[in-house]
């Protein structure tokens, strides 16, 4: 296992360099003028050119994407072309919201999904299972930004629960963090939590329906045990191999999240540098984003390794 | 298929399960609520400021240069002018500066002399000279509003001269504009003002409890020189980029005045919520194009433009009817404004007329549009073509539309700036001006319109320039030079139980005087 783990790691390392290039390309064509969109409507031609000057845009392509490339093996990804502020410093602020935004919401979509998942698998065809399946339909169909903005509009602006949006850090309001994190996270795990409850569900009924599991009970093996400490452990193995998925799905997803609620996290960043142009950000941004889903497809295959040697990849 | 049913003993557990989790909801619940921030602050009686102002705006900081990119709702708070427009978007008032005394060729101010930087440096008339200079060699538009001033003298500590080296009937606007106001010498020196504002200004940012990107916070500074006029102790800027959460944002409290879009204004007022409109810009047609052998050298074809110029669908489809349509682009408080001046009337008869007059031209062009315009843009291109014009669209992001509509590219745009604002002075030189910012062709402005200026310029007596000035605007009108005005608004929905209302100055985009909001204790 600490040689694939270290094999892995070090195949990220290309990975990565590719994303850097793919990005860097793409975005070299955005037809935005930087200067332009820093100076507004002040500024002569004279300035913008000497301000992109400044930037180093007039330098070639390649000779900036190196640069680049060896700041960032050093930790340096650069300075804001808009707010001359070090990359470091808006990556590090945004990203521990994002995170904050997406592994909470997954740990709600996992918890209730396998929770409502196995309820539903214990009573299969009842009303129960009936109205779990039905709703999980829903949920996954509903889009996120029409579930966050009626969220909103139900618990925040109707029955005045919870704020409509907004950040408070933790380390100043605990509590005011917390309850500004409920609808976003709510919106972010609905859906996913939906997909995890209906493969849990089947995963269940399989493993329910086994001879190995018949047998226990015949034996009479107390039935909370043959539950979670036999079926669903096999049941599992789709489920966290869906949640390494959804990972990577749910940090596309905060992107729109974060706007609805006004949460100042990397995707708000991305999205700001992508209509002003901001290369930097957007470099560094999306390199980190693919370096998470990476990380978090090693973290899974692990997992499933733990959680079952007989399937732990080679 | 069969179902499987658990023994007994297992719904009991789901049973005791589901208990459990009920009560670590509630407990959860009772965390929050215990821990959740204490009720916002309200203003208490009594002299001095108190309280806190929370606003929510569309658009976030990203840079304390106050002559870059639009940012008049932040940089307000630090900051303040020799001198600081009026309510009515276009007189000037006091501020920094007390008085002053105009000549022929100088301006002499006087400074109050009870004012310090927020770092502790005393601003002095050095300090006012070095900011001058300091915008003069920036090479922004802020220093070409400055051109006319020559050399500049300390008198004393609180007193000086600028000589003019030529007149500028719209200097003092021009330093009463964002990008003139007065940053400590010593911040400018060392380069930290663009990234830390320090000015004279009643608010100081509170860099501590600032999250960037989602609130700005502002305390007030104990040493302004009229903490009398102050209301609002602190003062916070919630960015909220999506236009319906700054709504809700206002309805639930979490801010005590946003800016909401039209759409919602109605919908606003029913839910109890004070509304503010004011004008912000005025939006006219910029024929760039409009030199010798270009599309718009023909002035019947100009005025065909502006006879086909669809006003009141766009004000319906885009604005919910709220645009106001004026006659000339000079504001009505403008000494030289005309009233007998109207606007063309929509008349798509008489643009077709005038295309033929001009022998059918074939005038083909692309105008570009930001984000968000798309319904009143399909509606120009639709009345242009149906007036025998051949229009296609362009449709960009802002920041791209930004950078490129000066590139000289598009012959014909549709935008504004606010320096033109000031006066017939700024509108030609800015506008018709050979050399002028919205004159990326470069087109020579006619003879006819040159006289007028430099008679204007040289005018011996206030009342002669007037007179001047107001023959160049019905020249411009009768030429059709522009057309097409359009008045835009802003609102601010704001929560009556929290705040009074508040005050703002017309044709200054997000310019809510956060100081003098009363807040309700």
Redesign the interface.
């Known amino acids: 296992m600490g040689k694939l783990i270290a094999q892995r790691l070090l195949a990220m390392i290309p990975l990565l360099l590719v994303v850097a290039i793919v990005v860097f390309a793409l975005f070299s064509f955005i037809?935005?003028?930087?200067?332009?969109?820093?100076?507004?409507?002040?500024?002569?031609?004279?300035?913008r050119e000497?301000l992109n000057s400044e930037l180093g845009l007039d330098r070639p392509a390649w000779e900036r994407f190196f640069e680049w490339l060896a700041g960032a093996v050093r930790g340096d990804f650069g300075t804001s072309y808009?707010?001359?502020?070090p990359v470091l410093d808006?990556v590090a602020?945004?990203l521990p919201i994002t995170l904050s935004l997406v592994v909470g919401g997954l740990a709600i979509a996992v918890v209730v999904g396998i929770a409502v998942g196995i309820?539903a698998a214990?009573?299969?065809?009842?009303w129960l299972d009936r109205i779990f399946t039905g709703g999980a339909s829903i949920f996954q169909a509903i889009p996120e930004f029409w579930l966050g903005?009626l969220l909103?509009?139900l618990i925040?602006?109707q029955l005045?629960w919870l704020?409509?949006?907004?950040?408070?850090?933790f380390g100043?309001?605990?509590?005011?963090w917390?309850?500004r994190m409920i609808l976003p996270w709510l919106t972010i795990a609905l859906g996913p939590a939906s997909q995890i409850a209906r493969i849990t569900r089947t995963g269940m009924?399989d493993q329910?329906?086994s001879q190995y599991v018949r047998a226990l009970i015949a034996r009479g093996t107390?039935?909370?045990r043959v539950?979670f400490r036999y079926a669903l452990k096999n049941a599992l193995l789709p489920v966290v191999a869906l949640a390494g998925l959804l990972l990577a799905l749910l940090l596309g997803s905060s992107f729109v999240i974060e706007?609805?609620?006004?949460?100042?996290g990397l995707g708000?960043?991305v999205i700001?540098a992508l209509?002003?142009?901001d290369l930097p950000v957007l470099q560094a941004s999306i390199v980190l984003v693919a370096f998470f889903v990476i990380l978090s497809n090693l973290l899974v295959d692990v997992a499933i390794g733990l959680i079952n040697p007989k399937v732990r990849p080679q | 298929?069969h179902?499987?049913?658990?023994?007994e003993?297992?719904i009991v557990?789901?049973k005791r399960s589901t208990a459990v989790t009920v009560a670590m909801f509630a407990a959860a619940s009772l965390?929050?609520?215990?821990?959740?921030?204490a009720p916002t602050e309200t203003a208490e009686s009594g002299d001095g400021p108190s309280g806190v102002f929370r606003f929510g705006i569309n658009f976030?900081l990203?840079?304390w240069n106050p002559?870059?990119?639009?940012n008049l709702t932040y940089v307000q708070l630090p900051y303040e002018g020799l001198v600081a427009l009026g309510g009515d978007g276009f007189s000037v008032v006091p501020q920094l500066a007390t008085e002053w005394v105009e000549d022929e060729d100088s301006i002499t101010f006087t400074l109050r002399d009870d004012v310090t930087f927020h770092d502790g440096t005393p601003f002095t008339a050095d300090a006012a000279i070095a900011n001058i200079e300091h915008i003069q060699e920036s090479?922004?538009?802020?220093a070409?509003g400055l051109s006319a001033i020559g050399a500049m003298t300390a008198i004393d500590d609180y007193t000086f001269e600028l000589e003019l080296v030529a007149p500028n009937p719209s200097l003092l606007f021009n330093l009463a504009s964002r990008?003139n106001v007065m940053i400590s010498p010593e911040a400018l020196e060392s380069g930290s003002w663009?990234?830390e504002p320090v000015g004279t200004g009643p608010y100081i940012l509170n860099a501590d409890?600032t999250?960037?990107?989602?609130?700005y916070v502002f305390d007030v500074s104990e040493d302004y020189y009229a903490l009398d006029e102050v209301g609002p102790e602190r003062v916070e800027i919630?960015?909220?980029?999506?236009g319906?959460?700054r709504y809700?944002?206002v309805?639930?409290g979490?801010v005590d005045a946003a800016r909401i879009g039209p759409e919602v204004v109605a919908e606003a007022e029913s839910a109890g919520l004070g509304v503010e409109t004011w004008t912000v810009l005025r939006y006219h047609t910029f024929f760039f194009d409009s030199g010798v052998g270009g599309r718009f050298e023909d002035p019947l074809v100009r005025q065909a433009i502006c006879y086909a110029y669809p006003f009141e669908d766009i004000n319906q489809a885009q604005y919910e009817g709220t645009l106001e349509q004026p006659s000339q682009r000079l504001l009505e408080v403008d000494p030289a404004y005309v009233p007998e001046l109207e606007a063309y009337p929509y008349d798509l008869d008489r643009a077709r007329d005038l295309l033929a007059e001009a022998g059918n031209p074939t005038v083909s062009f692309t105008i570009p549009f930001p984000e968000g315009q798309e319904a009143a843009y399909a509606l120009k291109q639709e009345s242009f073509n149906a007036a025998g014009f051949d229009v296609t669209l362009e449709p960009?992001?802002?920041?791209?539309y930004?950078?490129?509509y000066?590139t000289g590219e598009y012959p014909l745009v549709f935008n504004t700036?606010t320096s033109e604002d000031g006066g017939m002075y700024n509108y030609y030189k800015i506008r018709f001006a050979e050399d002028g910012?919205l004159n990326?062709l470069g087109v020579q402005p006619s003879a006819d319109l040159v006289s007028l200026f430099d008679s204007a310029v040289a005018a011996e007596s206030d009342d002669e320039q007037i007179d001047a000035f107001k023959e160049m605007n019905t020249y411009i009108s009768e030429n059709a030079l522009d057309c097409g005005f359009m008045d835009i608004s802003q609102t601010v929905a704001y929560s009556p139980d929290t705040i009074a209302g508040v005050d703002v100055v017309d044709f200054s985009p997000s310019s809510v005087i956060y100081k003098s909001v009363d807040l309700i204790g």
Do not use: K
Not at chain 2, 67 to 70: D, F, N, Q
Not at chain 2, 396 to 400: A, F, G, R
């Open positions: 037809p935005v003028d930087v200067a332009s969109v820093i100076l507004g409507q002040s500024g002569t031609l004279e300035d000497r808009i707010t001359r502020r808006t602020t945004g309820t214990l009573r299969p065809g009842s903005l909103v509009w925040a602006v005045g704020p409509a949006g907004g950040f408070v850090d100043r309001n605990p509590g005011g917390l309850e009924i329910l329906q107390p039935f909370p539950v706007g609805i609620f006004a949460l100042p708000s960043e700001d209509g002003d142009g | 298929m179902a499987l049913r658990p023994p003993r297992l557990y789901t965390l929050i609520a215990g821990c959740t921030s976030d990203t840079s002559m870059l990119a639009p090479g922004t538009e802020w070409g990008g663009e990234t409890e999250v960037t990107s989602s609130v919630h960015y909220i980029g999506d319906a959460q809700n944002a309805l639930t979490a960009m992001s802002s920041p791209q930004f950078s490129s000066l700036s910012g990326p």
